[in-house]
């Protein structure tokens, strides 16, 4: 105590706040301990000394914007006459920010385990769905959660008595001294946010200083990361020009310079991607359209792409259809993967369409042309629909019917995140069958999720890969066990003849291993049966946002359209391309010549081998005519979101 008080009186009003300071540094020892977790891959990264000091770095970037409030109003409050009032408000706010640090902290192994990467963007996102977090957590990971509350709990506690004594011995400076002294607190104040004299302040990318990106987020903080997070997502708008800018007309010329658009006319400037869709394949009465998106089900998990033999059924139904050897996900969220598939829409750094406010309305999906064509258009899900936003997205734009939880009749299994995949496949089937009865068209997105952590599933349908029963492996399994039942039935059925079938993944899972963007598990299967389709294996690269010109050629629907994805049924055979986001890396890829956008750092190149599934950065740094065509596709979804400029007349 009489060291609190020898140092109160030099640092007078601020002694809380440097107490927080000090309290902030030491709690990032918790960086060390990641580092020991995870050091093979941090040694394998760099220098560990380096990267500890810039971690250091990043705290301070964090305390002095948690203290940017409070030093606003010290010449207000910090006076002797409103002293006590400056305590508690002290007292408060930074017990706040360590609250804030201690939980953020402490959630972030369990964090790391499932998305290999610290907090993000993501861990914000899912604290808008309390149900669906807790009950996962609850049933995943119990143990990890109460252990959790209670070391966060602990830890406050004790720093509520630290501050008190701290709050007690808090002095106030004169009036004289405090004006004085508070032009160099904000200079250190503002130095420590700055945390450089470059032209631009430090951000996360300032310190992505190796190729892992799980690396990269271990020298920054977690709560430092999360707050950025917030901070990007007020500018998501442009999103796309972190990496650079392109005027408007050299950008759209180079994001339409593909073979397969050549033939198209884009006659209106005002959808700068809007053209008019001939169907390759001619047909008296368009094709039905049901698109299974797979959660989580990569190439990790099919043999015959690599992977783990845990999916024996889609082995099988490969040899009926259209099987993709090189389809990339646009990325490692599920709206990212409805918003390629069902939307055609390319990524961005920013959140997925399916949750930005510009595009709840009058934005593109396969539901606004099939449901202008007389079409039922559907989305069946096992969970609820209000999750992701889904529900807002897909009844704006072209989806009429909405069948989830609430709708599935007597499920035989209810997990964390809904009904099992056998329901909702029974639920799909009764629902195509009453359509098929009253001789309507139907497209149906079907999106299961029993492939998803905390993998719970019915018992007895499966012999089990491994032990214990909730792992990913036995729930892909049950997964793929769900799918081969629901498509035996379909091809009993009389609509079978007259309906294209897709199944698709709409990402892998997410453990993403050391590369700066790990190609490899972007990897995913993709599948066309049904109808008349011959099967085939398509061996170019390609990109779920390929998928549906592809379709509605095979379905014979004319139409106007701003899909430019590749149209497969016009050419299977020659180089492909595929688009990939990861976290604040954009990648593009053609063939195996990939081109890696950094934002606030130089472009990288690299080449990926597939049979090796191993990106190897190149060193030299890409053409610069690559890098402007890679920024040019990033920058097109953005500008046509920012716009409102993705959506067909009518």
Not at 67 to 84: D, E, M, V
Not at 132 to 154: H, I, K, N, P
Request: contains cysteine; proline residues 6%.
């Amino acid at each position: 105590m009489r060291a609190i008080t020898k140092v109160s009186a030099v640092v007078g009003p601020y002694l809380q706040y440097l107490v927080m300071l000090l309290v902030m540094l030491l709690l990032s020892a918790s960086r060390l301990g990641l580092f020991i977790w995870q050091f093979d891959r941090v040694s394998a990264a760099g220098d560990l000394a380096t990267m500890l000091l810039q971690g250091v770095r990043a705290d301070l970037i964090f305390a002095g914007l948690w203290l940017i409030i409070p030093l606003l109003l010290a010449p207000l409050l910090a006076l002797k006459r409103s002293f006590t009032l400056w305590r508690r408000f002290s007292h408060v706010w930074v017990l706040l920010g360590l609250c804030l640090v201690i939980f953020i902290e402490v959630s972030t192994p369990q964090f790391i385990l499932q998305y290999d990467i610290r907090p993000n963007r993501l861990y914000v996102e899912y604290l808008k769905y309390p149900k669906e977090v807790f009950s996962t957590l609850w049933q995943g990971y119990r143990a990890m959660l109460l252990s959790s509350v209670l070391l966060t709990v602990a830890l406050l506690w004790s720093l509520h008595k630290l501050l008190n004594m701290v709050s007690a011995a808090t002095q106030p400076y004169s009036a004289k001294t405090l004006w004085l002294s508070w032009p160099l607190v904000v200079l250190l104040v503002f130095a420590a946010v700055r945390s450089t004299t470059d032209h631009r302040p430090a951000n996360p990318a300032f310190f992505a200083i190796t190729n892992d990106a799980l690396v990269n987020s271990l020298i920054i903080s977690s709560p430092y990361s999360v707050f950025y997070a917030l901070y990007n997502m007020k500018h998501e708008a442009r999103s796309g020009e972190i990496y650079g800018k392109l005027p408007d007309e050299d950008m759209l010329k180079l994001a339409l310079d593909w073979p397969w658009l050549k033939h198209l006319r884009f006659n209106d400037a005002n959808l700068p991607t809007l053209h008019y869709h001939q169907a390759n394949i001619v047909r008296d009465k368009p094709l039905n359209l049901v698109i299974i998106l797979q959660e989580s089900l990569g190439a990790t998990f099919v043999e015959s792409l690599g992977g783990v033999p845990v999916t024996p059924e889609l082995e099988k139904l490969k040899h009926h259809g259209w099987w993709f050897e090189q389809m990339y996900a646009t990325g490692t969220r599920s709206v990212r993967g409805i918003e390629a598939v069902v939307s055609g829409f390319m990524p961005t750094p920013a959140q997925s369409t399916v949750k930005l406010s510009l595009s709840q309305q009058n934005f593109y999906t396969l539901g606004t042309t099939l449901g202008q064509q007389g079409y039922n258009t559907s989305f069946i899900y096992g969970g609820e629909a209000h999750f992701d936003n889904m529900r807002s997205f897909f009844t704006g734009n072209g989806i009429e019917q909405i069948i989830d939880l609430a709708q599935i009749q007597n499920p035989a299994f209810v997990g964390s995140w809904g009904a099992s995949d056998e329901d909702v496949f029974n639920a799909t089937a009764s629902h195509l069958a009453q359509l098929h009865q009253q001789q309507k068209p139907f497209f149906s997105l079907v999106f299961t999720s029993s492939n998803h952590t905390p993998f719970e599933f019915p018992d007895g349908r499966i012999s089990l890969f491994e032990q214990p029963k909730a792992t990913m492996n036995n729930a892909v399994k049950y997964a793929d066990f769900a799918l081969g039942q629901f498509m035996a039935h379909a091809r009993q059925q009389p609509y079978w003849q007259n309906t294209l079938f897709v199944i698709v993944a709409d990402h892998d899972n997410r453990v993403y291993g050391n590369n700066l963007v790990p190609v490899e598990k972007f990897h995913i299967p993709a599948l066309i049966l049904g109808a008349d389709i011959t099967p085939k294996r398509i061996k170019p690269v390609a990109s779920q946002i390929d998928l549906a010109p592809t379709l509605l050629s095979l379905m014979g629907i004319n139409a106007n359209i701003p899909l430019i994805g590749r149209d497969f049924s016009r050419d299977d055979s020659s180089p492909g391309r595929a688009l990939m986001q990861f976290d604040q890396y954009f990648a593009l890829m053609q063939q195996q010549q990939v081109t890696i956008l950094r934002p606030g750092q130089s472009a990288v190149a690299g080449y990926y081998h597939p049979e090796q599934k191993q990106l190897q950065l190149a060193l030299h740094a890409p053409d610069s005519q690559q890098v402007q065509r890679a920024l040019a596709q990033v920058l097109l979804p953005s500008y046509l979101y920012r716009q409102q400029k993705y959506h067909a007349k009518h």
